[in-house]
């Protein structure tokens, strides 16, 4: 059996540990679940082991193990997926048991999804997608690479989310909506029209308030 490592050991890595020990308790995927961390040093979080990317490949090797990343920034988690890439450590999928997922769907690698969300059918996740409680991805929806989708959003039918943007808590957008890559949708925003790359954008209706330079949504 594989052994699951979920790389970041904070507030969302413990929210995905949480997840993960669900579905194993079910369905026994894995024979261990641990944590990721390469700043952390204590042993272990939330009784689970913690660490470094490269003491784990040392201590399983890299064809038995499989990674998720817990992170709520965008362009860490793509950073971060590119780092097990080059450690040749396979993207696992994390789907809690209460999430519906249309089996039309298209789930990629490196997805989480946590508690209470419903992806539609038709709709295409792509890689390490992150995808927070109580969140509903409409019909045809297409999510790119590294993308967050933080809880309580309600995405309609055919609307695109570009790569590495966020989408904050309580987020609405209009069905056939197109969100560029790169941005950060504040939260509590309703999106009516397209919002381009590359912008910070927010307000009812939403629109674009300034570039997304720094490309960090926590700081």
């Known amino acids: ?30 024979e261990g679940i641990a944590f990721l961390d390469d700043r952390i040093t204590e042993p272990t979080i939330y009784g689970a082991d913690v660490l470094s990317l ?31 890439e080059a450690a040749n450590v396979r993207m696992a999928t994390v789907i809690d048991d209460t999430t519906v997922v249309s089996p039309s769907s298209e789930i990629s690698a490196g997805v989480v999804m946590l508690c209470g969300c419903y992806v539609s059918s038709g709709a295409k996740l792509g890689a390490n997608v992150a995808v927070v409680a109580g969140s509903m991805i409409g019909h045809d929806t297409v999510i790119g690479d590294d993308a967050v989708i933080s809880g ?17 808590m309580g987020v609405q957008i209009k069905d056939q909506t197109k969100i560029g890559s790169s941005c950060i949708i504040g939260m509590g925003s309703v999106v009516f029209k397209d919002i381009p790359d590359d912008v910070v954008a927010l307000g009812n209706p939403c629109r674009p308030m300034h570039p997304n330079t720094e490309k960090r949504v926590f700081k």
């Open 1 to 30: 059996m594989m052994m699951l490592v979920i790389y970041g050991a904070g507030g969302f890595g413990r929210e995905v540990m949480d997840a993960a020990r669900r579905v194993n308790e079910r369905h026994a995927r894995w």
């Open 54 to 84: 490269s003491h784990a490949v040392e201590r399983f090797g890299n064809t038995r193990l499989e990674a998720v990343i817990a992170t709520g920034e965008p362009h860490v988690r793509k950073a971060l997926r590119e780092k097990l």
């Open 152 to 168: 309580q959003v309600n995405i309609g039918g055919c609307s695109r989310i570009g790569s590495q943007s966020y989408v904050g």
